[in-house]
């Protein structure tokens, strides 16, 4: 079937197996960012933002997303211009392998973009999905508060 997306602001579209997972399809397109963790639902490391909505993409079949926008990534900064949920996360060392990074940042984006003063329960709560097997949780909640902040000055 042919799917038309929005993908990280661009429109687009292909020609898909509908019974394809979103997770596969996405790696197979080139964003790779979109990380294969335990692929049943469990570990948040293939996360993507679908129309605001956390959501993990080997739970989803492609046929499910035609005509809806999907964030990922890729979508957010560049290395010349993080955004600040990417910066925030640098600068407060909470990156250690880095394999649950992206899931964990788009799981803050989706909250930030709703509730731009969270507080920590709300953290907690928003990348409660997001399992990190190096488990820095305590500076990813301080990136996700300094984030909070630097957005908020923007
Ligand atoms: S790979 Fe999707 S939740 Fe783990
Ligand atoms: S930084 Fe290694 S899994 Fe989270």
């Known amino acids: 079937m042919k799917i038309d997306i929005k ?3 661009q429109r687009k579209s292909f020609e898909v197996d509908p019974s394809e997972k979103v997770l596969d399809f996405l790696r197979r397109i080139g964003l790779k960012g979109v990380k294969k963790g335990c692929s049943t639902g469990d570990c948040g490391s293939c996360a993507i933002i679908l129309d605001g909505k956390i959501v993990n993409s080997c739970m989803l079949f492609v046929g499910q997303i035609d005509g809806h926008t999907i964030e990922t990534i890729e979508g957010l900064g560049t290395i010349e211009e993080p955004h600040p949920i990417q910066k925030a996360f640098v600068e407060e060392g909470a990156v250690q392998c880095g394999f649950c990074i992206p899931g964990m940042i788009l799981a803050a984006k989706a909250l930030l973009d709703k509730k731009p003063t969270p507080s920590i329960t709300d953290i907690r709560t928003a990348l409660s999905g997001n399992l990190c097997r190096c488990t820095g949780y305590v ?5 996700v508060l300094k984030a909070a902040k630097m957005m908020r000055k923007k």
């Not at 500076?139 to 990136?143: G, L, V």
Request: aromatic content about 0%; proline content about 0%; charged content about 40%.
């Open 7 to 9: 993908l990280n602001g």
């Open 139 to 143: 500076k990813i909640e301080k990136a």
